[in-house]
Nanobody
Framework: QVQLVESGGGLVQPGGSLRLSCAAS??????MGWYRQAPGKQRELVAV???????TYADSVKGRFTISRDNARNTVYLQMNSLKPDDTAVYYC??????????????WGQGTQVTVSS
């Protein structure tokens, strides 16, 4: 069975940093990434990374966030620097199985809260 388990969320002041981790199991994933959902807003894509380490970022986080993955450990990370209050959201780890069609993830983690506040 596929499982995605996030960790690393918490409370941080504006301008601070957090590193999110997601330990995945149960499959080989062509694409892994992070979505987020803030109160009263739609869920949005933050960043994705392919099995070959190609990355894509939302415009709002370019230059501040870095996504990476360790294929040997089946783990994806999101390094978040220069955090802003607008980054406050529940962050979800996502994954798409190798060979699966479409753009949307097949699997989702439970989410981890990131709060940026002074």
């Amino acid at each position: 069975q596929v499982q995605l388990v996030e960790s690393g969320g918490g409370l941080v002041q504006p301008g601070g940093s957090l590193r999110l981790s997601c330990a995945a199991s149960g499959s080989i994933f062509s694409t892994m990434g992070w979505y987020r959902q803030a109160p009263g807003k739609q869920r949005e894509l933050v960043a994705v990374i392919t099995l070959g380490y190609t990355t894509t970022y939302a415009d709002s986080v370019k230059g501040r966030f870095t996504i990476s993955r360790d294929n040997a450990r089946n783990t994806v990370y999101l390094q978040m620097n220069s955090l802003k209050p607008d980054d406050t959201a529940v962050y979800y780890c996502t994954a798409r199985r190798l060979g699966a069609p479409g753009q949307t993830p097949d699997y989702w983690g439970q989410g981890t809260q990131v709060t940026v506040s002074s």
